[in-house]
């Protein structure tokens, strides 16, 4: 069974910076795609970005392509999101997850396993 834990979330003021990080036990990363999710009360869960293990293919949201990254370190079984530029918007509580296939997408319904979340505020 798999286990994810985000950490790195906090209060940063707009145009600051936060890395999440999101480690997983119980498979290696090379067998998974990683997904960042977002969530403000109120809304539906927001696809933030993915990275592909299989192809290190990446993908964005559009309200966050130039500002966040995604890396990994394959050592730790660790995948970063950077967040660079961050704006007020940019507040919710931000979760990690995984889904087996090979494909990197956005939409939360896709993902099977999921961590508790780390809440990322933006204010001055």
């Known amino acids: 069974q798999l286990h994810l834990v985000e950490s790195g979330g906090g209060l940063v003021q707009p145009g600051g910076s936060l890395r999440l990080s999101c480690t997983v036990s119980g498979r290696s990363l090379g067998l998974l795609t990683v997904g960042w999710f977002r969530q403000v009360p109120g809304k539906e869960r927001e696809g933030v970005s993915c990275?592909?293990?299989?192809?290190?293919?990446?993908d964005y949201a559009d309200s966050v392509k130039g500002r966040f990254t995604v890396s990994s370190d394959h050592a730790e079984n660790t995948v970063y999101l950077q967040m660079n530029s961050l704006k007020p918007d940019d507040t919710a509580v931000y979760y990690c997850a995984t889904r087996s296939g090979v494909s990197c997408r956005l939409h939360h319904t896709l993902y099977t396993d999921w961590g508790q979340g780390t809440q990322v505020t933006v204010s001055s």
């Open positions: 990275w592909s293990s299989a192809n290190d293919v990446t």
